[in-house]
């Protein structure tokens, strides 16, 4: 889910997206992702649960959530499972499968690469080998500060696909520009202090 409205003159209405909250007049852009960040919230409906750190293990019995592929739910038996571990699970596994590897539906994008062997700790069949999401965290920081800036203004684009003609010439003109007046690659990001 994404708080968009920083894009927009007035904020656009839920079902007519086109269109002005008061379905007035049509919404104008203002602004990019890059100049106007948005901030992205990962959301699981009515799966949350609070769990203080004093009672630790988390445990919770199996299955929950959209993604059954988690190896613990398919141990003989079903027994609780560290909802930590799983949620690094099926953070990684979705990164995997709309990122890095595809689904049917869904073909993988350029540029993900870098990210493959995180990817693969956080979806470990072990849940004892994988990452706790702090590592996660620092990790991530460290992989994309490696990065150079080119990598990071790449367009998002299927694997195989490339811009062309003047759709390549108006990508590489705006971030050319973008990288002038001092836009970080990635709006809003700051790294994590050591």
């Not at 299955?63 to 953070?91: N, T």
Request: with cysteine; glycine share 6%.
């Amino acid at each position: 889910m994404a708080d968009a409205v920083s894009l927009f003159s007035s904020p656009p209405h839920p079902a007519d997206t086109f269109m002005r909250r008061d379905l007035r007049s049509p919404v104008l852009v203002t602004g990019s992702r890059t100049r106007k960040p948005i901030r992205y919230f990962l959301i699981d409906f009515d799966l949350s649960m609070f769990c203080p750190p004093q009672d630790a293990p988390h445990l919770r019995q199996p299955p929950w959530g959209g993604d059954k592929s988690v190896p613990e739910f398919s141990l003989p038996g079903m027994p609780p499972c560290e909802v930590f571990a799983v949620d690094i699970y099926c953070m990684g596994n979705f990164i995997r499968k709309f990122f890095i590897e595809g689904v049917s539906y869904s073909k993988p994008k350029q540029g993900f690469d870098f990210m493959r062997e995180l990817i693969n700790d956080m979806t470990n069949p072990e849940p004892l080998n994988r990452p706790p999401m702090t590592e996660v965290v620092s990790r991530f920081d460290v992989l994309i500060r490696g990065l150079d800036d080119k990598a990071l203004r790449s367009p998002y684009l299927e694997v195989g696909k490339e811009l062309r003609g003047m759709d390549l010439w108006k990508h590489r003109f705006k971030h050319w520009i973008y990288h002038l007046r001092g836009f970080p690659a990635i709006p809003g990001y700051v790294p994590s202090r050591r």
